[in-house]
């Protein structure tokens, strides 16, 4: 067996062709930026497309190799339950940070260094870079170390993604995982970055002052950061494309953010909006080929590799970018959906071992799927569900007595369905996805609108009066 | 199943108490050198005591977890054939990795950062610690990219030999995944520092003058180091402790190589070598931990992954320390035996899958494995093997008319077998460790004298007068 059986491919020569005018284009672009020291985002967009055809293709090619090893699963929601590859997120994360290694000498200064021979680094003289006509200019040359401690812990989350999807490590400890992989970028930005102060609300100011230094409760909060992300993607899964189309959902709005502070020239938080860029536009690339994928009907599986590595990417670029409290507006689907499961999680209301959508061989749509009470539920269970359901936000089955005997699982995707009715697996997860943009651009319209309120300045717009 | 199955484990209480012990010894140490800001040898001695009592429970914890996946294997020179674990390699260079990540803030300056509210970083003031009375003091700051490109190169090797054990990727192929684990290395090399430029010996001056400018050629010789590291461990393999315990031995001798260098202050090449040093210890430590379980009769196999792991950090310290030439001596019994192998590998005798010694079952010692000609020999491989019986570097079998029936395999630990006679596995896995530790420091000695005659100094000794 070998990693590329050239052999067997269903990659059509139209495709191919595609592919490699693409691969040909990124690969002038990227020569010609890095001739012509041209601006990273250029190159940073000739790597989204290089990355986009590498994992088309690959994909396609380790498929097989991949059932072989194991890494396989049952699609459910389909009539004959067809086997098909798992774990190819694992794919999209090698690509991903390849990439981002052969990215690293764009945005970064060159320095010219004199030894005193034998390679013994004496001191170095920073190549002043001329910026005049720029506005998306490069970084300076000490945010290597933050751009390497980033790359470092979503490496460590993918390995720690594969090991799980190999292992099957309980969900108690899968959680914390993410805390484990963050310990470089937490490490190196205490010794590199160290600031733990945070600015105080306005109306908060008269007792907590202007700033307050967290001290090691920063570092604790980058951590709930860091695990927030992964398990917000991990938690809405279960059918054809919903986990990678709900993470382009969210890199678009980020990247939309991002626009919105580089558009003004000179804003202080420029390099870390573009920072949050270079780390989303080659993962968009990654991303838009395994929807090829994953898509209905589902060709391969992503893992929950591909959650961890998106999920993590966007608490990175939110944690080093310092938007971490817009990532948990834009992640606000999630979060919700992680909050209305919580009486399933606690044990208030039986749960089944998957929670997915139930399909209907008949009709070929997916419905609600349901939870058994095989016991009449508890006093405090009956008045909970009686008031969702008069909130219209459960689906409940009781027999002749009125006990109840069912309701549907707490998930937004059957939520969703209880709302709407049955529907096709693809209709599903767009009309999700779709819900997650519009309740992102909303919230980021109220970000910016709201932080003139509880700040003195939103820092976006007025950031010069500051 | 879990990766954690606390319920059975065969690690004596006894042996419990001494790693509960040898772990809190080494909290103590480096909690107080992170208080007192001491030298950071001190806390990478602790980490390195930390590092194998975790490898230590971790291996007896993970066996058959590991197992259960498929990472497993039968030890062919056994009377039972037992199945045991395989690719521990994985759990050691978690251990390590993550203790390399603890392990930043200590050598590392710390940084006073002042920003504009809102988290952005506009400039920072490098606090300049007191270096009186310190020998070995602390990096300064822009060695941190050196630093995390090498932990990112490591890594991405790490991540590429679990693959390998998992797909088992074919020879052609995998003698190139060092060269891609090196990019982040490399690529920072770039960015970071740049030189390309390397000293001459004294002979060769009148004709390519003092210094020689490689350019791109000196990536490429990069490239050929970080192949050769892991290649080199690879080729030495199949008994057990073979693996590791050179890989032991070869890192003692790098320590013992940059203790010569620090223990003159002032060295300009000291940094170069802490840089080392820091790398070397705990991978001491998660190795020795390892040896225990591996060396005779094993109960885990290490995998291809620790030969990648080992071999590559070799070739990392060597590279970034500027000391490969001398990485090279270290390796010469590695060398020796992949020249030794060319013959077989590139067909002039026959190569059978598996070259390790031979089992005897009756005396339960090895003796030296045998390829078989099923065909008379070409005339030209008469020549050579008639050429190495004179010179007794190999064992020929021959049919009453003298044709060459069977050759013995052209590996290190079948030469050893055919000079010294059979013996116990344990006893050929010390002859060889001796050997190479006995032709390291012979290695060692002439490099240093050598040098003198080869370049105008050695930059060991009197390089104060160059």
Redesign the interface.
């Known amino acids: 067996?070998?990693?590329?059986p050239a052999t067997r491919t269903d990659i059509s020569t139209k495709e191919y062709l595609a592919l490699f005018t693409l691969t040909s284009g990124c690969a002038a672009i990227i020569i010609a930026a890095f001739r012509s020291r041209g601006e990273p985002i250029v190159a940073s967009l000739g790597f989204s497309g290089f990355a986009f055809a590498a994992t088309y293709c690959l994909i396609q090619w380790l498929g097989d190799?991949f059932k072989k090893?194991?890494f396989k699963g049952k699609d459910m929601a389909k009539t004959h339950r067809p086997e098909i590859p798992e774990t190819m997120g694992a794919v999209c994360a090698?690509v991903y940070?390849?990439c981002m290694?052969?990215f690293?000498?764009f945005p970064?200064?060159?320095?010219?260094?004199q030894?005193?021979?034998?390679?013994?680094?004496?001191y170095?003289i920073e190549v002043q870079q001329s910026v005049v006509g720029r506005t998306l200019h490069r970084f300076p040359?000490?945010k290597?170390?933050e751009y390497?401690?980033a790359?470092?812990s979503l490496?460590?989350m993918?390995?720690l993604g594969?090991?799980d999807d190999?292992?099957?490590?309980?969900w108690r400890?899968k959680i914390l995982l993410p805390a484990?992989a963050a310990?470089?970028m937490l490490?190196?930005y205490?010794?590199?970055?160290?600031?733990t102060?945070i600015?105080i609300p306005t109306m908060l100011q008269p007792y907590l002052g202007r700033?307050l230094n967290l001290g090691w409760l920063y570092y604790a909060y980058m951590a709930f950061v860091a695990i927030l992300g992964p398990n917000a993607i991990n938690i809405l899964a279960g059918i054809n494309g919903i986990e990678v189309g709900q993470s382009i959902v969210i890199a678009l709005l980020i990247i939309f953010n991002d626009i919105l502070y580089i558009s003004q020239p000179g804003h202080?938080?420029m390099?870390?909006h573009l920072f949050s860029l270079y780390f989303l536009l080659p993962f968009l690339g990654v991303s838009l080929a395994l929807l090829r994928y994953n898509w209905f009907p589902a060709k391969v599986f992503v893992g929950d590799t591909y959650c961890y590595f998106a999920g993590f990417l966007f608490s990175v670029v939110g944690i080093l970018g310092?938007f971490s409290k817009t990532l948990m507006l834009l992640l606000l689907p999630q979060i919700f959906n992680g909050c209305y499961s919580t009486p399933q999680l606690f044990g208030l209301i039986p749960c089944p071992r998957h929670r997915l959508p139930r399909f209907n061989a008949r009709t070929h749509l997916l419905e609600p799927s349901m939870a058994q009470f095989l016991q009449p539920p508890k006093k405090v269970t009956v008045v909970l569900l009686t008031a969702m359901e008069k909130f219209k936000v459960v689906k409940l089955v009781r027999n002749e007595e009125g006990v109840i005997k069912e309701c549907s699982n707490l998930t937004i995707l059957n939520l969703w369905l209880v709302w709407f009715g049955s529907m096709r697996e693809d209709t599903l997860a767009l009309g999700v996805m779709g819900f997650q943009l519009a309740m992102g651009l909303v919230a980021l319209g109220i970000r910016h609108g709201l932080a003139l309120m509880v700040y003195e300045y939103d820092?976006l717009v007025k950031w010069d009066r500051?």
């Open positions: 067996m070998t990693l590329l190799a090893v194991g090698v940070i390849m290694f052969l690293i000498p970064f200064y060159e320095y010219l260094v030894t005193s021979g034998g390679g013994n680094r004496d170095e040359h000490n290597l170390g390497l401690s790359i470092l490496q460590s993918v390995f594969v090991a190999l292992f099957d490590i309980r400890h484990i310990i470089p490490v190196v205490y010794v590199d970055f160290g600031v102060v600015s700033l202080p938080a390099n870390s310092h820092n500051a």
